[in-house]
């Protein structure tokens, strides 16, 4: 059974910085792909970022480019997203997931493993 867990969300101020965390397995824990994923109340889950454990490509939401930044530290088993310039409609529930077959920051049915999540609050 593969356990993944995140942490680093609060409540914030509009223009304000998070950084979340994942702790994921390692090896032989071995995803192709790391994403990010947030769902607000009365909403569909959708994705925010990721990155593939292959190639580094990342990619974005069209609402996080220039805001968020998906990142790792292989060392540590650790994933992060760093969220600048926060703004009240990035207020939801953050994922961090795992594919071990596909990356698609649109394929969410994809994911293979999910964290329970973490709250990011952003108030005007």
């Known amino acids: 059974q593969v356990q993944m867990g995140e942490s680093g969300g609060g409540s914030v101020q509009a223009g304000g910085s998070l950084r979340l965390s994942c702790t994921v397995p390692?090896?032989?824990?071995?995803?192709?792909?790391m994403g990010w994923f947030r769902q607000a109340p009365g909403k569909e889950r959708e994705g925010v970022a990721l990155?593939?454990?292959?190639?580094?490509?990342?990619d974005n939401a069209d609402s996080a480019k220039g805001r968020f930044t998906i990142s790792q530290d292989n060392a540590t088993n650790t994933l992060y997203l760093q969220m600048n310039n926060l703004k009240p409609e990035d207020t939801a529930m953050y994922y961090c997931?795992?594919?071990?077959?596909?990356?698609?920051?649109?394929?969410?049915?994809?994911?293979?493993?999910w964290g329970q999540g973490t709250q990011v609050t952003v108030s005007s």
């Open positions: 990155l593939s454990m292959i190639t580094g490509y990342q």
């Open positions: 390692g090896s032989p824990f071995s995803p192709r792909c």
């Open positions: 997931a795992a594919d071990e077959t596909f990356c698609s920051l649109y394929k969410t049915s994809s994911y293979d493993y």
